[in-house]
């Protein structure tokens, strides 16, 4: 990723992590990550955790899902979207636009 998309990425972990400690928790989603429209919890087939933990797990490492999310793991995530992304200025739009930046 060049240095603009890096910076996007870093303001949106550090607007999830709450506490600035360098990883993303449950409790740094609450407040910031709104469950209330996700389907499964509508149909309560979720729990309010359950949503956030599935979230998590989304970005954390593949078959080493701990329920935290590192900078890393979040930096390695959105490498992977930018790679998928040619255009500088969809992805500022993008991360803009996804985590109200």
Do not use: C
């Amino acid at each position: 990723m060049n240095k603009s998309r890096r910076e996007l990425v870093l303001k949106a972990f550090n607007k999830l992590d709450k506490t600035g400690d360098g990883v993303i928790t449950v409790d740094d989603l609450k407040g910031v990550y709104d469950v209330t429209k996700h389907p499964k919890y509508v149909s309560g087939e979720w729990s309010e955790e359950q949503v956030f933990l599935k979230f998590l797990a989304s970005y954390d490492t593949p078959n080493q899902s701990d329920g935290l999310v590192t900078k890393e793991e979040f930096m390695n995530y959105y490498s992977g979207v930018s790679a998928s992304i040619d255009n500088d200025a969809y992805f500022d739009l993008m991360m803009r636009n996804s985590w109200k930046l």
